[in-house]
């Protein structure tokens, strides 16, 4: 079978990880990079097309596929002229930085029946798919509950060379945050309404540095997480999981899913349980740790997409997915800001009928501390 001929828009951070694993892989063929900055790039790839302007990427080079890994604002420019050329897109999270722009980018990919995958990484761990095929086979019973902690203390270097981060959408709600939002509507389920409280006390900056949320789930569940970028902790999945080598290895669980007949702990697959009918609190309760392996999850991310491309896969997060976690977790922001319980069900209708209307969300939300 012929490789995929592919480019890469937005050649930083994640980009660059992305080229790599591109180069690497088998069945991929890397047609060109686009990059603003393209004379420092071009030195870093000699041999390898790269154009200024990502529309010449696109007339020139004709790639077959897209990874979209430019700045969050410009996702939805890029992905809808590549739907409209007809060109299947792995667009990086967030999915788009609003909700209207998520909106005309589904209805051009509809239109236009491109074939899409959000880089949500985090679904395509070994330890993520078992995780939620145990409790799709009622392992623990009926999920009760999800209690989660994502807490690790980021250095001053990290806001003094990106002070948008110091700023509303740069704290660890729509960076951090946004990740265990859809890896919970992956396993848990749909999230149906949202209330939270945000604190700045640790760093004082206009954003907030910690976020404690309340989640509703479809199945009933309920679910409680609590978020800082200012807390020092071995429980973040990055450090859990082995996600990656600028997070060292932790090995400990920051979920526990609690059901009717038993819990597990994510990532480290501890099963506990007590002797079968006899659910009571009296009982002694033992664990298993079950088997997950680790994987690279950019590189199952980039087998999936080769798959989805070749039409061998249904998209495990296509664009509406990808929009419905960037809803659930702009709702935490506004719950905290203006201090009430949000309902997301319309917001989900109207996304799929594609007619997002700000009214629908915040557009000021007040301060939240
Ligand atoms: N999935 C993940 O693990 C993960 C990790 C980090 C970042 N991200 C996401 O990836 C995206 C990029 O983040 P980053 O940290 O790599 O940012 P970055 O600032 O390091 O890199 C962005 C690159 O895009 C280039 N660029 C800017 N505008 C462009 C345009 N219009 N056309 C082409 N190139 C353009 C910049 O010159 C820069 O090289 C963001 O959406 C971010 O949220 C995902």
């Known amino acids: 079978?012929?490789?995929?001929?592919i480019g890469v828009i937005g050649a930083g951070l994640i980009g660059r990880k992305h080229i790599k694993k591109i180069i690497d892989h088998p069945d991929f063929d890397l047609a060109g990079i686009a990059d603003v900055n393209r004379d420092s790039i071009s030195a870093?790839?000699?041999?390898?097309?790269?154009?200024k302007d990502y529309k010449s990427l696109l007339d020139e080079a004709r790639p077959q596929a897209v990874i979209?890994?430019?700045?969050?604002?410009?996702?939805?420019?890029?992905?809808?002229?590549?739907?409209?050329?007809?060109?299947?897109?792995?667009?990086?999270?967030p999915v788009t930085d609003t909700l209207e722009s998520a909106a005309d980018l589904l209805l051009e990919v509809r239109a236009n029946n491109v074939r899409t995958l959000v880089g949500h990484h985090r679904r395509h761990h070994d330890q993520v798919k078992t995780l939620r095929r145990?409790?799709?086979?009622?392992?623990?019973?009926n999920l009760v509950g999800v209690s989660a902690i994502w807490a690790a203390y980021k250095p001053d270097e990290y806001f003094r060379i990106a002070p948008?981060?110091?700023?509303?959408?740069?704290?660890?709600?729509?960076?951090?945050?946004?990740?265990e939002i859809d890896f919970l509507r992956y396993t848990a389920g749909e999230i149906l309404g949202v209330s939270a409280i945000s604190s700045n006390r640790q760093r004082q900056f206009p954003v907030e540095d910690t976020t404690g949320a309340l989640l509703q789930f479809d199945s009933g569940c309920i679910g409680t997480f609590?978020?800082?970028?200012?807390?020092?902790?071995?429980?973040?999945?990055?450090?859990?999981?082995?996600?990656a080598v600028e997070?060292?290895?932790?090995?400990?669980?920051?979920?526990?899913?609690?059901?009717?007949?038993?819990?597990?702990?994510?990532?480290?697959?501890?099963?506990?349980?007590?002797?079968?009918?006899?659910?009571?609190?009296?009982?002694?309760?033992?664990?298993?740790?079950?088997?997950?392996?680790?994987?690279?999850?950019?590189?199952?991310q980039l087998d999936h997409f080769r798959d989805v491309v070749r039409g061998e896969a249904e998209s495990l997060l296509t664009v509406e997915d990808g929009a419905r976690t960037l809803i659930a977790t702009l709702a935490v922001a506004e719950a905290a800001a203006s201090g009430s319980r949000i309902d997301l069900?319309?917001?989900?209708?109207?996304?799929?009928?594609?007619?997002?209307?700000?009214?629908?969300?915040a557009t000021n939300p007040r301060k939240a501390f």
């Open 1 to 5: 079978m012929a490789n995929i001929s």
């Open 44 to 51: 870093q790839y000699p041999g390898i097309s790269v154009f």
């Open 68 to 93: 979209i890994a430019s700045p969050n604002q410009s996702h939805a420019e890029i992905g809808i002229e590549c739907a409209r050329l007809g060109i299947d897109m792995l667009i990086e999270k």
């Open 134 to 141: 145990l409790l799709r086979e009622g392992l623990i019973g």
């Open 164 to 179: 948008w981060r110091t700023q509303p959408g740069g704290g660890p709600i729509l960076i951090n945050l946004i990740h």
């Open 226 to 243: 609590f978020a800082s970028d200012s807390a020092v902790s071995p429980w973040t999945t990055e450090q859990g999981a082995g996600e």
């Open 247 to 300: 997070f060292p290895f932790s090995g400990e669980s920051n979920y526990r899913f609690v059901g009717s007949r038993g819990s597990l702990e994510f990532p480290t697959l501890v099963h506990w349980a007590q002797a079968e009918g006899n659910q009571n609190w009296n009982e002694p309760i033992r664990s298993q740790r079950l088997l997950a392996s680790f994987i690279d999850p950019y590189h199952a």
């Open 345 to 361: 069900h319309d917001r989900y209708e109207a996304l799929a009928a594609g007619k997002f209307s700000p009214t629908l969300q």
